[in-house]
Nanobody, 117 residues
Framework: QLQASGGGLVRAGGSQTLSCTAS????????MGWYRQAPGMQREVVAT???????FVVDSVKGRFTISRNGDKNTVYLQMNSLKAEDTAVYYC?????????????WGQGTQVTVSS
C-alpha cells in the first residue's frame, strides 16, 4: 500500500514537497518514484530512486526536482522547486519490484499539483 501526501495549489516559481510511504509487503520493492499525468497526456515518469540510492530525474525537471528517501527506504520524497505551469498534473507515487525478467508495479492514489501562472 502506498500513501502519498502533499500537492495542492502553488504559484509559479514556488515549491512543494510530495511524500509517499510504502507499507505492507515491501521487502520486494527495489525502486520507488513519482510519475505524473497531465490532462489529455500519457502518464510519464518524473523521478525514481532505487534501493541502492541510484536516482533518475527526467530532463524536463532536472535541476528543479529532487527525489530522496528516508533511511528505512520506505518513504520517498519529491522536492519540487521553481515550479512551472507545465508541471501541473496528477502526481502518482510508484513502487516497483523489478526483476531480471519481470516487473510488478504498485500505485498510490494520485495527488493533484496545480501551478498557477
Amino acid at each position: 500500500q502506498l500513501q502519498a501526501s502533499g500537492g495542492g495549489l502553488v504559484r509559479a516559481g514556488g515549491s512543494q514537497t510530495l511524500s509517499c510511504t510504502a507499507s505492507g509487503s515491501i521487502f520486494s520493492i527495489n525502486v520507488m518514484g513519482w510519475y505524473r499525468q497531465a490532462p489529455g497526456m500519457q502518464r510519464e515518469v518524473v523521478a525514481t530512486i532505487s534501493r541502492r540510492g541510484n536516482t533518475f530525474v527526467v530532463d524536463s525537471v532536472k535541476g528543479r526536482f529532487t527525489i530522496s528517501r528516508n533511511g528505512d527506504k520506505n518513504t520517498v520524497y519529491l522536492q519540487m522547486n521553481s515550479l512551472k505551469a507545465e508541471d501541473t498534473a496528477v502526481y502518482y507515487c510508484n513502487a516497483a519490484a523489478v526483476g531480471p525478467s519481470s516487473r510488478t508495479d504498485y500505485w498510490g492514489q494520485g495527488t493533484q499539483v496545480t501551478v498557477s501562472s
